[in-house]
């Protein structure tokens, strides 16, 4: 991720929270929700030293940006020392189901994988029904971990899912099947170039969007869910 892709990363990642946590997060917390603020917000970690994020973002054929995903060390404890956490994976709310999630997230792995993760974790909203159903569907498996977030006062349950990864692990069959949004679409980040099988990629560390924790989630803006 470049600091060109700030806006529309912004951009993914608030229309995302509006469309998928709509009945689940307080409706005054998502209306607070700006792409400006976020925007201003994600444009700070630029200045900031190097930290241990790596941001992802997706591009299709016309090079517009079409997701987004952040992963980096598990930031909890009692997991091994090898442990990853994918922080956020966003798409254009209108381009869902057309598989750019699934491409994200198995570049997510692979770079999980460069890094010595050999098991990922991830935090989802208990009641995102299609989330948690794409990430069984990739191979994800709710480990039982619960906790409550805050969001405008009201607390929100999140549940724990993880996945052992493998190199050279076989892809579920769903993850290759064939579609324009998934063929034309490559995922890269910043600075460096990467070859890797499912697209080109350009690399730059980055600060792990959710690392901020506090009792009102709406206002940090640092929040990261995942929802593909």
């Not at 999630?101 to 990922?120: D, P, Q, S, V």
């Not at 493998?166 to 579920?172: G, K, L």
Request: hydrophobic share 40%; proline share 6%.
């Amino acid at each position: 991720m470049a600091e060109a892709d700030v806006v529309a990363v912004s951009e993914i990642r608030v229309t995302g929270w509006k469309t998928a946590y709509a009945g689940i997060v307080p409706q005054s917390c998502l209306d607070a929700m700006t792409v400006e603020a976020d925007a201003r917000q994600r444009r700070r970690h630029f200045t900031r030293p190097k930290q241990d994020g790596t941001d992802l973002v997706a591009v299709d054929a016309h090079g517009r940006v079409v997701g987004w995903a952040c992963l980096g060390p598990f930031r909890g404890t009692g997991t091994p020392a090898a442990a990853g956490e994918l922080y956020a994976l966003y798409v254009r709310p209108a381009l869902i189901g057309s598989g750019i999630g699934r491409r994200l997230l198995e570049a997510a792995h692979i770079h999980a994988l460069a890094r010595g993760f050999g098991l990922m974790l991830l935090w989802v909203l208990k009641d995102n029904a299609a989330a948690r159903a794409f990430y069984e569907r990739a191979g994800y498996a709710d480990d039982g971990a619960i906790r409550a977030e805050e969001y405008d006062g009201m607390p929100v349950s999140e549940v724990r899912y993880r996945r052992t990864l493998q190199a050279r692990h076989p892809a579920p069959p769903w993850w290759t099947v064939p579609g324009a949004a998934v063929g034309q679409t490559a995922v890269r980040r910043s600075m460096t170039v990467r070859n890797l099988p499912l697209a080109a990629a350009r690399s730059k560390p980055s600060r792990p969007t959710a690392s901020t924790r506090r009792s009102s989630r709406c206002s940090s803006m640092t929040a990261a869910r995942s929802s593909a």
